[in-house]
Every structure is written in structure tokens, then in C-alpha cells.
């Protein structure tokens, strides 16, 4: 069973930038590299909503969110098994508890994901 493990979350002002990873372990019959990431967020009282998502193999397609275009950057390191989401100029609207998820296809729609790690809290005070 796939397990992902998230890190990197803080308390940042707005204008800083952080960088969070996620760990993928587990995996049986299937390596990371097949696999779909995406990068989720919630906040306090709202809606888990998509952020970022990134294709499997070399991770050429790249899909964002369009309040986090231009300022947020997902990437993937198949020998590493790890998927990072690179947060720049961020805002207060920011803040919310991040997931990374796995899945078959990099779509916006959590539902495809059949794997999420924890969340690791990021929170931006203006």
C-alpha cells in the first residue's frame, strides 16, 4: 500500500516562500514513477481544493490551480520517490492544511487519488 508522507509546512508572513515534499513508500507490483501526483489543500471550515498536479513518468504535464498559478511550482524526483510544491509570494489566503496525493491520472478531482499522506499545516500571516 502506498503511504505518503508530507514535511516542509510552517508559519511564514505573506511575500515568504516555503517548500514542501512528500515521501512515497510502499509501493508493490508498481513503482512511483507510474504514478499521478497532486497537491491539495483545505481550510478551516472549507472544501478540500486542488493546488497543483503533476503527470507520471517525467512529470512534462503540470496543472495548476489558477489562484496559485505563477507563484506555486510542482515537481518530481522518480529516484527519490518524493514530489515537491514549490510556494513563492505567498498570501494569507494561503493558508490551509496541504495534502499530496497519488493516483492514475493528474486531474483536479480528488476523487481520482487513491493515496493521501497526512497534510502538513502551512499558515501565512499577513
Known amino acids: 500500500q502506498v503511504q505518503l508522507v508530507e514535511s516542509g509546512g510552517g508559519l511564514v508572513q505573506a511575500g515568504d516562500s516555503l517548500r514542501l515534499s512528500c515521501a512515497a513508500s510502499g509501493f508493490t507490483g508498481r513503482t512511483f514513477s507510474t504514478y499521478a501526483m497532486g497537491w491539495f489543500r483545505q481550510a478551516p471550515g472549507k472544501e478540500r481544493e486542488f493546488v497543483a498536479s503533476?503527470?507520471?513518468?517525467?512529470?512534462?504535464?503540470?496543472n495548476y490551480a489558477d489562484s496559485v498559478k505563477g507563484r506555486f511550482a510542482i515537481s518530481r524526483d522518480n529516484a527519490k520517490k518524493t514530489t515537491t510544491l514549490q510556494m513563492d509570494s505567498l498570501k494569507p489566503e494561503d493558508t490551509a492544511v496541504y495534502y499530496c496525493?497519488?493516483?492514475?491520472?493528474?486531474?483536479?478531482?480528488?476523487?481520482?487519488?487513491?493515496?493521501w499522506g497526512q497534510g502538513t499545516q502551512v499558515t501565512v500571516s499577513s
Open positions: 496525493a497519488a493516483g492514475d491520472w493528474p486531474d483536479s478531482n480528488p476523487a481520482i487519488y487513491e493515496a
Open positions: 503533476i503527470r507520471w513518468s517525467d512529470g512534462s504535464w503540470t
